[in-house]
């Protein structure tokens, strides 16, 4: 991370009143509650005919 990017996350943390890793642990939980697993896989199924 560029530092004026960890300067600027270090003073929002203070600010809110957390520290840094909790801060950013509560950032990442909640963008992971917006993620579906089963969309991620980005695999799709193969434009294969099947034979009759």
């Known amino acids: 991370m560029p530092i004026p990017d ?3 996350l270090a ?3 203070e ?3 957390m520290t840094v890793s909790d801060y950013v ?3 990442v939980t ?3 509650r917006n ?3 089963d ?3 980005n695999q ?3 434009p294969i005919p099947r034979a009759s």
Do not use: F, M, T
Request: no cysteine.
């Open 11 to 13: 003073a929002v943390a």
């Open 44 to 46: 799709e199924a193969l």
């Open 35 to 37: 993620i579906q697993l």
């Open 30 to 32: 909640k963008h992971l």
């Open 39 to 41: 969309h991620l896989s």
């Open 25 to 27: 642990a509560d950032l």
């Open 6 to 8: 960890a300067d600027k």
């Open 15 to 17: 600010a809110e009143g």
